[in-house]
């Protein structure tokens, strides 16, 4: 499975899908763990095709991943400010960018889904 997929590139600014792993362990604030709710807060979705025919397509197995909510897809702009860079360094600047927002990815999911399946009467 790929962790980072290019949707476009214009100059030195890209689009970019990433693939998020979601551990097994951890629960939120009502007891869900974090694939649950991904999966039934409706967040476990991609904008990808799936197929094994073009270079942006993902595999049913990735598909899979991104359903049952082990894998997580967000969305990000990428830039890279170095002017005259090779495709080489903006390859790896674009590895490092993934390894630097993949916990904040996380963490901003898992702030979102806190209270998801809370419930509580008042009495």
């Not at 694939?35 to 409706?42: D, E, M, Q």
């Not at 969305?75 to 993949?102: D, H, M, P, Q």
């Amino acid at each position: 499975m790929s962790d980072i997929h290019v949707l476009s590139g214009h100059g030195d600014r890209w689009e970019v899908v990433m693939h998020i792993p979601i551990p097994i362990s951890g629960t939120n604030v009502a007891g869900v763990d974090h694939r649950t709710a991904l999966v039934a807060s409706g967040r476990n979705t991609t904008q990808l095709t799936v197929g094994e025919v073009n270079p942006w397509d993902i595999t049913a197995a990735e598909k899979a991943l991104i359903d049952s909510g082990a894998v997580y897809e967000a969305t990000r702009s990428f830039n890279i400010y170095e002017s005259g860079a090779t495709n080489a360094a903006r390859i790896v600047a674009l590895k490092a960018f993934y390894a630097n927002v993949k916990g904040d990815i996380f963490n901003k999911l898992e702030k979102g889904l806190r209270y998801f399946g809370y419930s509580t009467d008042v009495a």
